[in-house]
């Protein structure tokens, strides 16, 4: 663990040092984890056949819904994050952390480089539930992390347990566009939605001063309506008066440590990419095996951070491999339903009925 | 590259029609299909053309001669010389990626059954006199009565199972509906192909179809066209077909096909050694077949303990036959979308197989795989494209509680058993949820006349009108010659 601090805490890295790290993590996992030893062996890959972190089977985030991939028995674990469970109802996955030490450092590094912009702290609106109100969300840490360490006095949550909290907002948005310093909003995608749509209700537009950020993340989840991602854009830009290159989108995921981010969404899809301790491949589905570069396919990703369940993993999202990141197209939506066959989810609801 | 235009705008001035492109595969075969793109304006004059113009030709028609019309129009499809065929011959695989001589046979065994008699047939299952649909006729109760179809019939397809179009649109013939029909974006040529075949050998029903094509959810084309209907027939999944019957006056008919769920059930009489390769190869050919996109397609096998042969040996056997059926019907290349989802259940199963109930049988490069498990579960979907389940139960009424957890969406239930098992079974199966049982290897070619969704497809199309005994006798006394 140490090793790894220190790993992350450095200015970069080359292949052979991730790699070498990865397959002494894969070694680690593979010797402690008997559900992902299963796992590997089910696909002939052992810390003896894999010589690359290209070659460690990537579970699937289902995994985290199936078997307990955690390398410490899970009670000695200090935290659990849990996924929503949108895909599959009322399974979570499970995401184990013996301690949050390499997480924090992980995010902490990460966002003040693609988040802060050279500052040290700035104030915050949080646009989302506290950890006290979601222990096991890895949003709500993350989330607190940014306030507790990047947040300037002032910084707060509103929402609570009634929900958004609208006046307090307007009047934090109101006095940050009077104050003439930069101002942040940070939360879910769908919280955005939800406060823009409140506002337009009331007619309200602001003006945050340059240099204000917006951090969204996670999508709609059908927590609020679908909105096309340029008209989302558009409309935080027109709504707060902050330029689109200054919306910052993260894409994290309860199975990884590590987050992504872009550089701005005044083009979309914009460019995610993380730092030196996570990569990222855009495969097969079936055969694992990467697509041609520019090919769409589904992204894997190898996060050192997670030191204690598994380091690789198969999303399901869409992807392409592009200079310097990927672009995120999206969850690949499953077997459309065709002709008068299935739709998998209407089955799946009944089944469980 | 093909460009092919896909509609029938029978009075619409084609001039003032924009179109759009869909575009399939890619290269040499790629096909560029032109579909209309009407104003909701265009859309209510044609609709408003078809009721008109269109219902005057069709009802002016006997039963016969409509009749006479499709046989004349299938022949010509049945033809592996005509153009129309040989054109769909060539373009449905294109456009659904399915394997050619696939599409070929499947259309083959399909248009048979719309040949004269087994339309006479078909319309003989939902009436017993059939001239019902021509003039009043009487009535053992005494008055007369007649069936009247729709006044304007609307079709909303869904899918890409080559033909599926025909089913409904000959039921809306049989009972003389003028019809406008929307196509599905997945396979919008084989509707229009008919339409212009059928104006094509009688002229006389040249107005009484048009098919047309819109984005679905495009809210306004769909208000226009549904304003003008009597009767909607619509294909697709529940969310659809919601959304669809809200827009629906509520004195709109609205006959909806929800998705539907199959399966297959194979008694212990039918495994031995003799029986078992053409066991395991009709099982194979209804995986194979559309690649389980129809309805009627099976997602699982529940496989009956106690035969010569072990239900996990009829899944090896199920397994040989999907590897050798793909050197004769190649599996078509999936989307990044159907890939992730086959892997996603390929990864459930071997998930599940950790504790060693499931095997999957068939790697990750091959174009199926078979999910043998030694303990039946509910039925669940497959992840199509020739991924099956095979389960062992003890004795085949077992199932009945797994099946009747899907009864909302179960269809067709093919079934391999002795004659006395199929008859004890067949009442459970019914109350389970399942309207068709058939043999294995018939699952996706359903008999002409079925009551699909166990429906009458006729019947729930027409309105009958009565003259009471009441009326006639009160008309006695007011006639020229009355005494």
């Known amino acids: ?353 | 590259m093909t460009k092919i235009q896909a509609a029938h705008l029978p009075g619409l001035d084609l001039q003032a029609v924009p179109w759009q492109t869909l575009t399939f595969g890619e290269g040499v075969q790629r096909v560029d299909v032109s579909v209309p793109q009407l104003t909701p304006e265009q859309l209510q004059a044609l609709a408003r053309h078809v009721r008109t113009q269109g219902g005057a030709q069709i009802r002016a028609l006997s039963l016969t001669q409509i009749i006479t019309a499709i046989d004349r129009a299938i022949a010509r499809l049945l033809d592996a010389q005509d153009a129309y065929r040989q054109q769909l011959d060539r373009l449905l695989p294109l456009i659904t990626g399915f394997d050619a001589e696939m599409v070929r046979l499947g259309l083959n065994a399909y248009l048979k059954t719309f040949r004269a008699p087994q339309l006479q047939r078909f319309v003989a299952e939902d009436f017993a006199n059939p001239k019902l649909l021509d003039e009043f006729q009487p009535r053992a109760k005494g008055g007369m009565a007649r069936a009247l179809g729709p006044e304007l019939l609307v079709h909303v397809w869904a899918g890409n199972v080559p033909g599926l179009p025909l089913w409904s649109l000959v039921c809306g013939l049989l009972v003389k509906a003028p019809a406008v029909g929307k196509t599905a974006s997945a396979e919008p040529l084989f509707a229009a192909h008919f339409a212009r075949l059928l104006a094509e050998v009688e002229p006389r029903l040249a107005d009484a179809l048009a098919i047309v094509w819109f984005k679905g959810g495009d809210t306004e084309s769909e208000r226009a066209l549904y304003a003008e209907a009597d009767t909607v027939l619509a294909y697709g999944g529940n969310e659809t077909l919601a959304a669809l019957r809200q827009q629906l006056p509520v004195t709109t008919r609205f006959l909806p096909h929800g998705h539907k769920l199959s399966v297959g059930l194979v008694s212990a009489a039918a495994l031995d050694a003799q029986h078992l390769p053409a066991v395991a190869r009709a099982a194979a050919l209804d995986v194979v077949r559309y690649e389980q996109q129809g309805c009627y397609s099976p997602h699982t096998y529940y496989v009956a303990r106690g035969g010569r042969v072990s239900p996990r040996e009829f899944a090896l056997a199920l397994a040989g036959e999907l590897s050798a059926l793909q050197h004769r019907f190649a599996r078509r290349a999936l989307s990044l979308e159907e890939a992730a989802s086959v892997a996603g259940w390929r990864q459930g199963q071997e998930l599940k197989g950790q504790d060693g109930s499931v095997e999957l049988v068939g790697d990750a490069g091959a174009p199926w795989a078979v999910a043998y498990a030694d303990r039946a579960g509910p039925l669940l979907p497959c992840a199509l494209n020739r991924t099956v389940q095979v389960q062992a139960v003890a004795a085949l009424d077992e199932t009945l509680p797994l099946l009747a957890v899907q009864r909302d969406f179960l269809q067709t239930v093919g079934v391999a058993a002795s004659p006395e098992e199929l008859h004890a079974l067949a009442e459970g199966l019914g109350r389970a949820g399942a309207t068709r049982i058939c043999a294995l290897g018939q699952m996706t070619a359903p008999e002409a006349g079925w009551h699909h969704d166990g429906r009458f497809s006729l019947l729930d199309l027409v309105r009958v009108v009565e003259i009471e005994a009441s009326a006639e006798a009160a008309a006695e006394p007011y006639a020229r010659y009355r005494d």
């Open chain 1, 1 to 353: 663990m140490p090793e790894l601090l220190a790993f992350i805490a450095r200015d970069g890295v080359g292949e052979a040092d991730f790699n070498a790290l990865a397959l002494c993590l894969f070694a680690h996992q593979f010797q402690h984890n008997t559900a992902f030893q299963k796992f590997c062996q089910q696909r002939g890959r052992t810390p003896r056949t894999v010589k690359s972190w290209r070659e460690i089977p990537a579970v699937p985030i289902n995994g985290f819904k199936d078997l307990t991939l955690s390398c410490v028995p899970t009670d000695l674990c200090a935290r659990v994050f849990q996924t929503s469970g949108t895909t599959r109802g009322d399974i979570k996955g499970r995401h184990w952390h013996p301690e949050l030490a390499v997480y924090d450092l992980s995010m902490t590094r990460n966002f003040r480089t693609r988040f802060m912009a050279g500052h040290e702290r700035l104030p915050m609106g949080i646009l989302f539930p506290d950890e006290q109100q979601m222990p096991n969300s890895s949003l709500a840490h993350y989330l607190a992390l940014a306030l507790r360490e990047f947040g300037a006095p002032g910084s707060r949550y509103f929402i609570d347990s009634s929900g958004l909290q609208i006046e307090a907002l307007v009047v934090a948005l109101q006095s940050a566009q009077a104050s003439g310093q930069p101002y942040t909003l940070l939360g879910a995608s769908y919280s955005f939605v939800h406060l823009m749509d409140a506002l337009q209700e009331r007619g309200l537009r602001f003006q945050l001063p340059a240099g204000s950020r917006l951090l969204d993340t996670g999508g709609f989840k059908g927590q609020s309506r679908e909105m096309d991602m340029d008209a989302f854009y558009e409309q935080l830009a027109s709504t707060f008066g902050v330029p689109r290159s200054a919306c910052i989108n993260m894409y994290g995921m309860t199975e990884l440590s590590t987050q992504f981010y872009d550089g701005g969404n005044a083009m979309l899809p914009s460019v995610k990419s993380g730092p030196h301790w996570i990569r990222s491949r855009v495969v097969d589905p079936l055969t694992g095996v990467e697509v041609p570069r520019g090919e769409r396919g589904i992204l894997a990703h190898t996060d050192l951070g997670n030191y204690n369940s598994v380091t690789t993993i198969l999303t399901e999202d869409v992807g392409i491999a592009v200079d310097g990141g990927f672009l995120l197209l999206g969850r690949a939506q499953g077997t459309q339903a065709k002709g008068c066959s299935i739709a998998v989810d209407e089955f799946l609801k009944a089944a469980r009925a």
